[in-house]
């Protein structure tokens, strides 16, 4: 028995410790840990949303970087289209100068051929006027001549 009286004397001398303890905390419920839960949710929703934040900016550049690659394309299509269109100009103009050149060698080929036949017509002429000649000259080399003449000539 004398146990259970010690053990009573102990948990009456424990009772104002145990009200202390159980007052202490209380007090840190209010006075620590409360705020400082709220203040770890305010941070934890601070840090969330500066996470949402950076989300949507990364969202906003790729959107942007998407943008920017478009126009790209878009200015290089059209360059590639005015080099094609001036390409296709100068093949024209090249084209052109090919053609007047050409007629142009045509036309001198076709004047010259004109002249050659006028030359040749020419030369054609003065043969067969020399050839009567020509003939008479080798006749009267090769052939004796008259009798008649050989005496109108003494």
Do not use: C, H, W
């Amino acid at each position: 028995m004398e146990i259970l009286n010690q053990l009573g004397v102990l948990v009456l001398g424990s009772v104002p410790t145990i009200i202390l303890f159980v007052f202490l905390v209380v007090l840190y419920g209010v006075l620590v840990r409360r705020p400082l839960e709220s203040t770890l949710a305010e941070r934890r929703n601070r840090t969330s949303g500066a996470v949402e934040q950076a989300r949507k900016a990364i969202e906003a550049a790729e959107a942007e970087t998407a943008a920017y690659e478009a126009r790209l394309r878009a200015v290089r299509a059209e360059i590639a289209a005015e080099r094609e269109l001036r390409l296709k100009q100068l093949t024209a103009e090249r084209d052109e100068l090919l053609a007047s050149a050409r007629s142009s060698a045509q036309d001198m080929v076709r004047a010259a051929k004109v002249e050659i036949e006028s030359s040749s017509l020419t030369a054609r002429k003065q043969i067969e006027d020399a050839t009567g000649e020509l003939s008479d000259r080798i006749l009267r080399a090769i052939l004796p001549p008259p009798v008649g003449q050989l005496e109108v000539g003494k």
